[in-house]
């Protein structure tokens, strides 16, 4: 039974065939990991989960660019299958092309529901922040986003480019 938990350094070695099923090239939604992040050894790896857990804690300063956000990792047992965050507040960027809630599920992990349901649950967690709405966003092509977005909720404001490209944007009404 998938389940939403912290980041841990626990898994380590199911994250790294987790990245190995993306390829060594893609952008892993949700996730949280930045280009200057070194997440092959142990303890770079813990390192990174240790800023993931900080970003949490509105009472602490993040890196420039970046927001308070909570993250999740979707895990089966000791198996890593994806990652779920919640950005606690929009900057420029994210009200233009991110949104609030990113998320990804590893290849072999997905048409099971993951997503549909880990969204779910954070969309709970966006609530008891005292959000009133959030804003997610997918490419115009990946409908499959797009259908887990809309079985939760989601109203498609409008696609436009962006600095990363075309966004399907789509708010979710929390009320």
């Known amino acids: 039974m998938p389940e939403l938990i912290a980041p841990t350094s626990h898994l380590h070695a199911s994250w790294l065939d987790a990245q190995r099923e993306w390829g060594p090239d893609a952008h892993l939604d949700g996730g949280g990991l930045g280009a200057d992040d070194e997440v092959d050894t142990p303890e770079g790896f813990a390192a990174w989960v240790e ?4 970003y949490s804690d509105r009472t602490l300063p993040v890196d420039h660019g970046r927001v308070h956000a909570t993250y999740w990792w979707i895990a ?6 994806g990652a779920i965050d919640l950005r606690h507040y929009l900057n420029g960027f994210l009200l233009d092309a991110g949104g609030h809630i990113g998320y990804s599920v590893r290849p072999s992990a997905r048409r099971r529901g993951l997503a ?7 969309l709970h967690e966006a609530r008891l922040l005292g959000l009133d709405r959030v804003l997610l966003t997918c490419d115009p092509d990946n409908e499959a986003s797009a259908r887990t977005i809309e079985g939760n ?7 436009r480019d962006t600095l990363i490209g075309p966004k399907r944007r789509y708010w979710i009404d929390l009320q």
């Not at 549909?116 to 954070?122: E, K, N």
């Not at 909720?153 to 696609?159: A, K, N, P, Q, T």
């Open 153 to 159: 909720g989601g109203v498609l404001e409008d696609v």
């Open 76 to 81: 089966e047992g000791d198996t890593y299958l």
């Open 51 to 54: 800023r993931l857990r900080r």
């Open 116 to 122: 549909t349901w880990a969204l779910a649950a954070v």
